[in-house]
């Protein structure tokens, strides 16, 4: 059936010479070519290890490092020792003439490769322990002291260090499908993590004298081998994360006999390390869904804080399937707990803290651990491991399987700012999230940032918003990104740039990209694709190594999507979102053409033109008048368009035909160089409203220019483009019409 619509629009012919409202072009971002081209050129070639569809391929493998490792803590001397039996297993197709492990406490050595490639300045004003500690201490020794390497028989084993990677030298060739098990004895000196950095060490309670502990990259690592690169062997640098491979950890952790522990992987002895009574409280906290059970109580814990215990005790800890282990150790443990039922089976939420940490802690630490799973499995999978735990840790923030540490703590008086606990509680979901990615969905940190931190970024701020709608969030929502994407092109990098190159880090591995999937799944792609291709990928994807281009290769493959053009334009481009109003006409019906209109000829379908008698659109003399001010001739005293209407339409279809009074035809611009849909908001004389949502295929033929005709029975009052501000516009104000004029400060 034919429809009135079809013979109302008339493009070909509708010419005016209106007012035009335009906005002046920007810089483009670094990137020049095709925006919608398909992205051979910029992904690796798919084969046997990793498929076209983002999926792992018939030939994929991955390495296995298993780990016995028996560490002790010197808490008077603030030293940890070490021995390890490493069991390593190639299970890739090549022969591996050596094995490369990683020594990331080497970093901290003085004068390493990574202090001296940094810039320095001089800063006028120094605190005097600052300026004590740069210009007047000797530097502490610091990184590993390897004192014997060797082989399953006993004996020596060659090997060469450099900076903060040790190549074990193999006498001959792993072969495919081999193992080799190896040993290693070490010690180094734990750092003041809050004086000399550091993602891990200890902190120190002057009142009491006692430290904190945070332990991790403390044992000799087995770098991560595989089809992309082969052995990853970047130095520690700082910036740029961890590469590890998967494997079984049995670690006994020996700490002075007063010091409380959690660590990575499930405790084996526990009636040997808590009394009687903290092990039914912790039996307790395994049927309480509700709220978390205290184990160690605060009152316990003062009354240890005070004493400093020279006998010795040993907590064993076993772990399978894990990438890492961290470990946190301290006589001013409070340590509370509660179960969170996930997939038919039972996680254990936890907290260790110390009392300067309450009451923030108690109240909210193991709560938020709890909400962070289950939004992270339904997001993803189920949590795989039996716990996960968040350590206070002040001035920290940092992930490892099933143990994180956070900072955030009351003030001296217990009191909590609004803005410590929301940032309290945003790194626990962060860091908490990270077991998700990287620890089990395990990509390259210290060559993708944004693959673990972006990625874990999006899901913190879905996190947070489910925790409370009006949660603060920092990360993810689009307008928070435009102070960045608007900035200098000099200080900018595209997102798909290794760690160590970016000068904006926070901005560019953490935000951009949180920001980037948070378009795409509200603007671009809809929450129910998008969560379907995310999930996909996570669940392709645990417990083994991803690269960037698996990733967007499986959000297409699991879609239908293509998202090349925005890939390119997000990820691999400083392009930046900036989308404008250039044009508004308007039009009214009628049954007199103007002058020129006269022998025109309306193409019809594919072949042939369309004789008349025709329906004529005529133009306002001013775009920019109101539409009401303009006489519109109602369809019914048009008889060329009545008589049609008469003689095609049954009285009953004629009841249902629209009755456009009103024809506007709106160009669109786009300064920016990134490509993005288009949001319109229109608003009518009554006050109603109508949006509409055009693809970003709208540019695909024309880059610059857009039009969109709107026929409505009322006339309207203004145009606006992204009215709430989803798409990371850098410059809304041609985003109206008519255009809106900013006051000054001054008015």
Known sequence: MKKLSLLLLFPAILVAQEKTVTTPQKQQGKYDTNKFSQMYDLLATPNMFRTASGAPGPAYYQQQADYKIDVELDDKNSKLS?????????????????????????????????????????????????FSSKYLKKNLERGFNIQELKDAKGSPMSYTINETMMRINLATPLKPGEKITFSVKWWYNINN??????????????????????????????????DVEGWQNMQFWGSGEFALPFGNFDVNI???????????????????????????????AQKSFDKPVVIVTQAEAEATEKGFSEKK???????????????????????????????????????????E???????????????????????????????????????????????????????ENGVTSKEVKNGMIGVVIHEVGHTFFPMIVNSDERQWTWMDEGLNSFLEYLAEQELDSKFPSRRGPAKNIVPYMSGDQKMLEPIMSNSETIAQFGNNAYAKPATGLNILREVVMGRELFDYAFRTYANR?????????????????ASAVDLDWFWRGWFYST???????????????????????????????????????????????????????????NVEDVKPLADYVDQTFTAEEKASLKSPKYFYEVEFNKPGGMIMPILVEITYEDGTKDNYQYPAQIWRKNNETAKKVYATSKAIKSIQIDPKLMTA???????????????????
Request: hydrophobic share 35%.
């Open 82 to 130: 070490g021995f390890e039996t490493v069991t390593y297993s190639n299970n890739s197709p090549d022969s591996l003439e050596y094995l490369w492990v990683q020594l990331d406490q080497n970093q901290q050595k003085a004068n390493t490769q990574t202090s001296l490639a940094e810039s320095e300045k001089i800063s006028q004003v120094l605190a005097l322990d600052g």
């Open 193 to 226: 993590y809050r004086k000399e950095g550091g993602r891990s060490g200890y902190e120190l309670f002057e009142k009491d004298g006692n430290k904190l502990y945070v332990i991790a990259q403390f044992y000799p690592r087995m770098a991560v081998y595989n």
């Open 254 to 284: 020996t700490v002075p006999a007063d010091h409380v522990i959690d660590a990575t992987g499930e405790l084996m002895n526990r009636s040997e390390v808590f009394t009687a009574e903290q092990v039914k409280r912790y039996e307790q």
């Open 313 to 355: 005790k040993t907590w064993k800890f076993s772990a399978k399937n894990v990438r890492d282990f961290g470990i946190a150790s301290s006589r001013k443990f409070i340590y509370d707990a509660m179960a969170v039922k996930l997939g038919g089976k039972v996680v254990m939420a936890e907290s260790v803290y110390p009392k």
């Open 357 to 411: 940490a309450n009451p923030l802690w108690g109240e909210t630490s193991t709560i938020t651990v709890a909400h962070t799973l289950k939004s992270y499995s339904s997001h993803t999978f189920d949590y795989p491991y039996p716990k996960a735990v968040s350590v206070s840790a002040e001035d920290q923030g940092m992930e490892y399987p099933m143990i994180c540490w956070n900072f955030g703590r009351p003030d």
């Open 541 to 557: 994807w645990k417990f083994k190594h991803p690269t960037p281009e698996d990733f967007f290769r499986t959000m297409e493959d």
């Open 575 to 633: 392009d930046f979102v900036d989308i404008g109003i250039k044009d508004v006409k308007q039009y009214y019906v009628s049954d007199t053409p103007t002058a020129d209109l006269k022998d025109v000829k309306v193409k019809k379908g594919r072949f042939g033109f369309e004789k008349g008698p025709f329906v004529y659109l005529v133009s306002g003399d001013n775009a920019e008048v109101n539409a009401s001010k303009k006489k519109a001739l």
């Open 729 to 747: 516009d850098i410059d809304v104000t041609n985003n109206a019409w008519p255009k809106v004029e900013e006051k000054s400060k001054f008015d």
